[in-house]
């Protein structure tokens, strides 16, 4: 069930109806339902998969209480163990272990000698990678004394099973989304229809931008033999938009359906296309994913390596920026995407500026010269390592850098106005919107109410007329 | 040493590090107090600290460093 479905509308609003109304008396009744609700939204998606989410659930909460209990470091660690093992298991089993096979048997042919393994070829269950994270963070943070674990089930089977984030984000941790579940929620109007816009705005991302951007990004990567240089070169900056339309119109969706049922769950982009560097970018891109790598990754890594200086920095910066790609899949492309952007902040590493972090055009309408500079070059970067995030092989990505590095890159190309000019406008809103939650948070809302109405209805109209076919949400894969 | 003297040293290590010192040293301060005291300064933070102590953390005091008052605390601990 996607949330730009029928099913799904038929679902939220039935769910909407009997959570406040029949079942909004008592926190216990409320987080049933939330559960119940959950996991009749992870069934649609693919029942067979729901035993392995209960099974996981049930094992990470059983360990959590008697990692707490544990009188000695040795048990603890024997049971933290055990709850990491068979989470990641999991993962490992569903997500990486064909990769694995495939780099196995690729690795003794450079040496002639032939392996007869076969790839298992098993389906990724939807949500994994997301609901993974969730439950490793819970585990860490009570082994580390940060949280206590819950001692109601209904609480944690909620936490990790949590319907709007469930199958693509943001990843809430616990000591955010448990204190909530334990919490009775009453009806708010102001959050709910903050909430509405939010998701209103995910829609116009999703539909209009992302949507739009599908076919030209496909007939570009699809055909890049056979294009010019310059439109090898639009095809990355058009992909690059789709990513984000695609991914934040998904987050400000599953923010806003939970700001309707009474959550505040973890903002997912601060728009990072406005970022002045690489390390402002990644503290703007997909927030939840990052902060989690930076806490259970990055702090420690740079911890132990601290002796080292600024190459211990360093090593720790690339280790987990390799790790981040490869989250996003089992692919060589990934591991390099992450390879390369650990790389981008060398320079900062080295200049002593990677703590510098500043709004751009802080209360003006335009960047300065330097600002835009700075904008470009971080942007200009973003994109050109997203067309390996985007290759199927590095062979292909390297195919495609070599096609677009060539004399034709001044050359004709395909222009796509329309497409190009809802770019433009998007970019716009964007910009002018980026000191809030999200671009048009606080747009409109001092307008009277029959102009702000009338901006909401230009806006779904806009989604209506103008919007592309629909497609898959690109990070479902992950 | 005294509470005093140590807050005052790690409020210069501090301010070498997020090259400014526009935050109060109160036990309540976090690191979301200070503006660029992020994951990737707090190494430095960190390194900074245990130079000016003579002393080593280990990577399970980490977690319980979340105010200025624990750091102090931690450090006291490991001076004594």
Partial sequence: MVFISISFVIFFLVFFFFYWFVFGRNLRSQNLFVLAGSYLFYAWWDWRFLSLLIGSSLLSFLLGIHIEKATNERRRRILLYLGLLQVLGALLIFKYLDFFIVSFVDAFSIFDITTDIRTINLILPVGISFYTFRIISYLLDINSGKIKPTADWVVFFSYVSFFPSLISGPIDRAQALIPQLEKKRTFDYDQATDGMRQILWGLFKKIVVADNCVNVVDEIFDNYLNVPASSLLLGAFIYTIQVYADFSGYSDMAIGFSRLIGFNITRNFNFPFFSQNIAEYWRSWHISLTTWMTEYIFTPLSFSFRSYGRTGLILAILLNFILVGIWHGANWTFVLFGLLHGCYFIPLILRGTINTSKMTAKSKLLPSLVELRNISVTFALVVLTNIIFRAESIFQAFSYFSRMFSPSLFAGTYTYPRLLLIIALFLSVEWLGRGQQYAIAGLALSWPRTARWAFYTVVIMLIFVIGGKQHQFIYFQF | ?80
């Fill in chain 2, 1 to 80: 040493m005294e509470r005093t003297e140590i807050a005052e040293r790690i409020r210069t290590i501090i301010s070498l590090v997020v090259k400014h010192d526009n935050f109060e040293m109160t036990d309540e301060l976090t690191a979301n107090d200070v503006a660029g005291w992020d994951s990737l300064s707090h190494v430095g933070i960190i390194v900074g600290i245990e130079a000016a102590f003579n002393i080593k953390f280990k990577l399970k005091d980490l977690n319980g460093m979340n105010t200025m008052g624990n750091i102090i605390e931690l450090i006291r601990s490991k001076i004594e």
